[in-house]
């Protein structure tokens, strides 16, 4: 069955450091999310992706946040400046319609920000 | 802001008994997913519910949207230990975002 993979699956970095996210969506999907999960607390979105371009985003994706599908396969998170309070499961997911219901998680990258 | 309350956060019961889990919004949704979600993994979807009124089975689970699409509820039959875990609901506005809850934990003891 297809599946959603992410790497790394655990990611330590300083705080002031940049770092990059990477998920693999279902290859037959063209919607994509990213989403974090601040350890104890709800799952919170953070941006949708279509069509190479971002159709939504949170308050929480500020400008150090970007995402990019650099080739037909990948999809990437990149946090310019880590703060410590970026600490979190970070999950990628994709779907296949324009709603964004019938979205597939990824398995997540816990980012540990020291 | 749109909040999904889940009820009971917590709730431990005994194997072969009948539990519900409720998830409520003043808000109204455009569908409703429930989700399950291990330790250190990504949420699992289980079902999708999109019409007021709607009941979805899978095996043992029964799912419902409420009429005015504001609450859903899950309802586990004959519980059994492999259904321990963390239960998330996540409603959608068509804004193309999920608002999730803080989830029921789970525990069925043998």
């Known amino acids: 069955e297809p599946e959603v993979t992410q790497t790394p699956s655990h990611q330590v970095t300083q705080m002031g450091q940049e770092v990059i996210l990477r998920c693999v969506p279902i290859s037959n999907h063209l919607y994509f999310y990213w989403y974090r999960q601040i350890l104890g607390q709800k799952v919170e979105f953070l941006v949708s992706?279509?069509?190479?371009?971002?159709?939504?985003k949170s308050e929480i994706f500020d400008d150090q946040f970007s995402v990019e599908r650099p080739d037909g396969s990948n999809f990437t998170l990149k946090i310019r400046s880590t703060k410590l309070e970026d600490s979190a499961m970070y999950f990628c997911?994709?779907?296949?319609?324009?709603?964004?219901?019938?979205?597939?998680f990824g398995p997540g990258t816990r980012l540990t920000v020291t | 802001t749109q909040l999904l309350e889940q009820s009971p956060q917590f709730l431990s019961i005994q194997e072969g008994e009948n539990l519900t889990v409720y998830c409520n919004s003043s808000s109204v949704f455009s569908s409703l997913q429930w989700y399950r979600q291990e330790p250190g993994e990504g949420p699992v979807l289980l079902v999708t519910v999109v019409t007021g009124g709607e009941v979805k089975k899978l095996k043992r689970l029964t799912f419902q949207f409420g009429d005015a699409r504001k609450d859903s509820s899950l309802h586990i039959t004959a519980a059994q230990p492999g259904d321990t875990g963390l239960y998330l609901c996540?409603?959608?506005?068509?804004?193309?975002?999920?608002?999730f809850g803080q989830g029921t934990r789970l525990t069925i003891n043998p």
């Open positions: 996540a409603g959608d506005q068509g804004a193309q975002k999920l608002v």
């Open positions: 992706f279509y069509n190479n371009e971002i159709s939504e």
């Open positions: 997911a994709s779907g296949a319609q324009l709603s964004s219901y019938e979205q597939y």
